[in-house]
């Protein structure tokens, strides 16, 4: 069983920055996709960025150029850096896992942009 683990979310003001960090377990974390997704209240759970085993790096329209996917796989961290937030931002991040046919979510951490 895989853990993951999200942290780093918070009251930020338009234009601000966050990042968003993922501990995942596991020894083959490198082998691992990681994900992030989001989910604003009422609306559907949305795909935001993701980060192959390769490090290739994949993002959903509306953050590109804003947002940044990384891991540290010293550390079996995921991040996920946020700038020029805007209020349309706010949701629940979560974390996806996914090696071959498993997928492994993480609780959630809350980001809230407003003024």
């Known amino acids: 069983q895989v853990q993951v683990v999200e942290s780093g979310g918070g009251l930020v003001q338009p234009g601000g920055s966050l990042r968003l960090s993922c501990a995942a377990s596991g020894r083959i974390f490198s082998s691992y996709t990681m994900a992030w997704y989001r989910q604003a209240p009422e609306k559907q759970r949305e795909w935001v960025a993701t980060i192959t085993s390769g490090s290739r790096t994949n993002y959903t329209d509306s953050v590109k150029g804003r947002f940044t996917i990384s891991r540290d796989i010293r550390k079996n961290t995921v991040y996920l850096q946020m700038n020029s937030l805007k209020p349309e931002d706010t949701a629940a991040y979560y974390c996806?896992?996914?090696?071959?046919?498993?997928?492994?979510w993480g609780q959630g951490t809350q980001v809230t942009v407003s003024s």
């Open positions: 996806n896992a996914r090696f071959r046919e498993y997928s492994y």
